[in-house]
DNA sequence: TCTGTTATGTGTAAAATTCATATAGGTGAA
DNA sequence: TTCACCTATATGAATTTTACACATAACAGA
């Protein structure tokens, strides 16, 4: 047997990749800051208040470098200014092909939570 | 908004925990080496193959240490000696802390894909 | 002017993961 | 008998990911 890579990646379930999932799922119907894109993250069940801000900010920049999203500074309105992200044709893209390995890694998961749920209630009943 | 903490680990799906689940449940029924691990996790759905031995031995380490397993030196049969691991009660335990967190983050999972599914065939049917 | 909210960002530390490599006993075939 | 291959365990170091702490700045209202 040979050693190979796999790592949270190969379930599709890394903190990272979740989060850029979300934000393009965000951006579908409108262009957003960072600060909203937090904000909104409860919209999916994520509370945001466990995100720390230096990720949010950091991931944005690297998805803009990546050609998912594209960005522009917003000075009108009140407050400082927001750089504000719009979802890309490549983003929209990313993300289909994300959400078919998701679910084969949800699948995975779900056997298996199911698999080890039978096997403790099993040893209950003994 | 202030930053606080999350992780592959708020959803539980680290690797490292997928394998501590994994190896625990395999060993609720027997006493298992690292190599015979391994090769069981095809029972759940993983293909063994991308688990690095470094990864593996080193976590079975862990989790000895830990408290979780124990083990002893195995030199009888063919081959070179093994080292196999027993689970603990404080493992059992673990195990089923581990899978009420493990559910409701696959719940949280589920929804977010299904989520964000829905919203690309929505994008199709335009 | 001081506090709080909105808003974006960086440097660095810590944790997790991967890669490369080492060791060693046993088996079977050329 | 030696060479290749399988079983079996292990570690050092590089890389990647994540978390923590902090810095900056506009504006609003007391």
Known sequence: ?????????????KM????????LYLLMDNSLSGYTLTEELSKVGIDPSY????ITYRLLR???ANGLLVSKWET?????AKRVYRITE???????A??????????TMQNLI?????????????
């Open 1 to 13: 047997m040979r050693n190979k890579k796999i790592g949270c990646a190969k379930f599709g379930f």
């Open 16 to 23: 990272s990749n979740i989060l850029y999932a979300v934000f």
């Open 51 to 54: 995100i720390p801000t230096g």
């Open 62 to 64: 690297d998805m803009e």
């Open 76 to 80: 009108s309105g009140t407050g400082p």
């Open 90 to 96: 490549s983003g929209k893209k990313y993300l289909e």
């Open 98 to 107: 994300w959400i078919v390995k998701a679910k084969r890694n949800l699948n």
């Open 114 to 126: 199911s698999l080890i749920e039978g096997r403790l209630k099993d040893e209950q009943n003994k």
